[in-house]
């Protein structure tokens, strides 16, 4: 499967204030590392490798939970509102991880 982003250079992914260095798995905000959860991380590296593109809620699961987790739209709910309240300036107006309502999520890309 394509990836949007490519890193080729080993530079951090950046839009906004968030950086994120997949390689070293650091996760910044305005400079101030976080600490994520092992699914919010997986669930931001394939936002990352899809930015810009819409993820469906589907495909979400499959990748970051597995075909047993197929059906479970609350838990992914769930860890992205738990995401959004770690890496959005104002999680109630998401401006990093859009929610493209009835088909999944979008990360944006600058």
């Keep these: 499967m ?14 906004g204030d968030l950086e994120v260095d997949l390689e070293r798995r650091i996760v910044k905000v305005a400079g101030n590392e976080l600490q994520l959860t092992p699914n919010e991380y997986e669930l931001l590296k394939v936002l990352i490798e899809h930015a810009g593109k819409v993820m469906t809620h589907k495909h979400l699961l499959l990748a970051v939970w597995g075909p047993e987790y197929f059906g479970e739209f609350h838990m992914l709910r769930v860890n992205i509102s738990n995401l959004r309240r770690k890496i959005e300036p104002d999680p109630s107006r ?17």
Excluded at 4 to 12: A, V
Excluded at 94 to 110: C, F, H, N
Aim: proline share 6%; no cysteine; charged share 30%.
């Design 2 to 15: 394509r990836r949007s982003f490519k890193n080729t250079d080993d530079t951090p992914f950046k839009t």
């Design 94 to 110: 998401p401006q990093i991880i859009i929610t493209e309502s009835g088909v999944g999520y979008r990360l944006k890309a600058d």
